[in-house]
């Protein structure tokens, strides 16, 4: 394994707060609709949370993904062949990264990642499980185009992002990363890159509204999370106890939709900034989206994939879809 490029991605001021959580925290309080970016649900406590969300008996996308990976590994192997390159675009599962791995055998392992400790742990955890394959960790932001280790440069690429992360992103943003991803993976007109991608699928609202709101409370503690880091980093004063978790379905955009709901009209500071709210106003801190098999080729397309094949567990939950890197040409 190489050293990571250690590279520092985290802008900080003089008194080490995260200028970007502070810049798109108040951002997002001063709009109409509360809405404070994802991303920012992940520090330490956040991603031990989402860990404990993905064993979760409501929670089904971990285990649905699992079993089409354990299941499909013969045909990932014929399809994909063994000389490629793997390109995560995030640190990689401990389950489901091994399950691929071990399917095709793949030339090298590349996983990118923002988080440079995340990605180091896990990079040298699956070096000790795979000791023969050589891993490269990058630590990136994989939103953006990024450049390779010059080691796996002439070798053939497979993108993986399973998790249906991408259904965190709104379509635009979805669009703008598969084109980066394209751009990442390289290729010529005569050697195309391949993406494997989850996806998660629409179903009955009751159990998507579980799934994001489970009995034991966890989803709504990976949430409240959000407003207690405010709260540590940012100097905020926001009344955790008069916020409730709120997963509602949003079938005109067919999402789940994460929120903190004001249980009544109170008032607190961010960074010496005041901010008003009444009960029942929100702040929508997730979008988690589910495709169905048209959306999800739509999208693919959109950000410049031709799906080639698509694969679903046994209860037709959830889908792994491979795609190929669409040709350059005039259509119609
Ligand atoms: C990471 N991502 C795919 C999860 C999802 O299902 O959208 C995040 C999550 N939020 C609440 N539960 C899980």
């Known amino acids: 394994m190489t050293a990571s490029q250690g590279i520092a991605l985290v802008d900080r001021d003089d008194d080490g707060v995260d200028k970007a959580f502070r810049s798109d925290v108040l951002a997002g309080l001063r709009q109409a609709q509360k809405a404070i970016p994802a991303r920012w649900l992940y520090d330490d406590a956040g991603s031990q949370l989402f860990e404990d969300i993905t064993t979760l008996e ?12 354990e299941a499909r590994g013969p045909e990932f192997r014929d399809m994909i062949g063994s000389d490629r390159a793997v390109v995560e675009f995030g640190s990689g599962s401990s389950v489901k ?9 793949p030339a090298a392992y590349v996983p990118l990642d923002i988080s440079g400790d995340f990605l180091r742990q896990s990079s040298a955890a ?10 490269y960790p990058v630590e990136a932001d994989f939103m953006k185009p990024v450049t390779l280790p010059e080691e796996v440069e002439p070798m053939r690429k497979l993108g993986f992002f399973p998790g249906s992360t991408i259904g965190n992103m709104v379509a635009r943003t979805a669009v703008d990363l598969l084109r980066s991803m394209r751009a ?11 993406l494997l991608i989850g996806m998660d699928l ?3 609202t009751a159990v998507l509204e579980a799934a994001y709101d489970d009995a034991k409370g966890v989803t709504a503690e990976f949430n409240l999370n959000l407003a207690r880091r405010i709260n540590r980093e940012l100097e905020g004063t926001i009344p955790v106890d008069a916020f409730v978790h709120r997963a509602i379905w949003n079938d005109d955009y067919s999402r789940i939709e994460m929120h903190l709901e004001a249980t009544r009209d109170l008032e607190f500071e961010v960074c010496d900034e005041h901010f008003v709210m009444t009960a ?3 702040i929508h801190t997730e979008n988690s989206h589910k495709f169905s098999p048209r959306s999800s080729n739509l999208l693919l397309l959109a950000g410049g994939w031709t799906p080639m094949a698509r694969w679903t567990d046994d209860q037709g939950r959830f889908s792994v879809i491979l795609a190929e890197a669409s040709e350059h040409r005039n259509a119609p």
């Open 126 to 135: 699956l070096s000790d499980k795979f000791p023969g394959l050589p891993v």
């Open 202 to 204: 629409v179903k009955e």
């Open 184 to 194: 990442t993976l390289g290729g010529t007109e005569g050697e195309r890159p391949l």
């Open 58 to 69: 409501e929670y089904y996308p971990t285990r649905a993904e699992t079993q089409i990976l």
């Open 97 to 105: 990264t091994p399950l691929l791995l071990k399917a095709i055998d």
């Open 280 to 282: 029942g106003e929100t």
